[in-house]
């Protein structure tokens, strides 16, 4: 088929082309809509929780029947390196398979339809979920949750391959922490891009500045409220020995402390008048 199709001639994707499509396919959805028919809802009895969780059991038990032995192979260095430069080449094919696009700038009419959508689309989910029967959780299942997980964890372990450990070089962790510091100046270059410079803008009506000159008197009238009744009180305190003899080790040496000062400046001031006395005399 493709070879039979010669070479066309490429088309811009306008605007016009991009509303024709979205109206195409709104109204796909809604023929589909209104060829559907109305079903009847049956509810989820804990018979058939019970009959499905056999089913899977069944079918897994099944599965593994019809898996034969295979030979597991240990992942060695060169594997690795394989597979990485496997990674390495798909990126590089991909990025020069993107063509280049043009950037929309997010407007505040983009982020409120964006918002809008996610209202309608949370409420329409919680309306599409029908009543569920709880189950309680018997010790039983607790058991048997517990004895899966560790033979879940053995079985894990058995099939896994022992690997080769690689020392840790100093040209090891001088390449890491240079790609962490590129990594750290792209995200900066593009987080400065993204959103330096561009704020949520919300509109200064009159209803939101009477709503927020109500709020700081409704605030001030509770201050001075709580503050009136506040006034005057106080909190009683228990005295008891431990207290009293703290109380009383503090006073003393405050009163110590004091009266070392003073008898400091009172020596002072008697060597200050005998000098001026002698300067007189002499």
Do not use: W
Request: proline share 7%; hydrophobic share 25%; charged share 30%.
């Amino acid at each position: 088929y493709k070879e039979s199709v010669g070479t066309g001639t490429p088309t811009p994707v306008t605007p016009e082309m991009e509303r024709v499509k979205r109206n195409q396919e709104i109204c796909s959805s809604v023929l589909y809509k209104e060829n559907i028919g109305k079903a009847t809802p049956t509810p989820v009895t804990p018979e058939m929780e019970r009959v499905k969780r056999n089913q899977e059991i069944i079918s897994s038990v099944l599965y593994k029947e019809n898996v034969g032995k295979v030979t597991p192979t240990p992942i060695t260095p060169e594997m690795e390196r394989v597979k990485r430069n496997q990674e390495i080449i798909s990126s590089v094919l991909y990025k020069e398979n993107v063509g280049q696009a043009t950037p929309t700038p997010v407007t505040p009419e983009m982020e409120r339809v964006k918002r809008n959508q996610e209202q309608i689309s949370s409420v329409a989910y919680r309306e599409g979920l029908g009543k569920a029967t709880p189950s309680p959780l018997t010790p039983e299942m607790e058991r048997v949750k517990r004895n899966q997980e560790q033979i879940s964890s053995v079985l894990y372990k058995e099939q896994m391959a022992k690997g080769t450990p690689t020392p840790l070089t100093p040209e090891m962790e001088r390449a890491k922490r240079n790609q962490e510091n590129i990594s750290s100046v792209l995200y900066s270059d593009s987080f400065r891009k993204q959103v330096q410079g561009k704020a949520a803008y919300v509109l200064d009506t009159p209803e939101m500045r009477r709503v927020r000159e109500t709020q700081k008197h409704i605030s001030t009238v509770k201050y001075h409220e709580d503050f009136e009744k506040s006034k005057g009180s106080f909190t009683p305190v228990v005295t008891d020995p431990i207290t009293e003899r703290v109380k009383k080790n503090m006073q003393d040496f405050s009163d110590i402390s004091y009266r070392g000062i003073q008898r400091r400046v009172v020596e002072m001031e008697r060597k200050r008048v005998d000098q001026d006395q002698e300067n007189l005399t002499g």
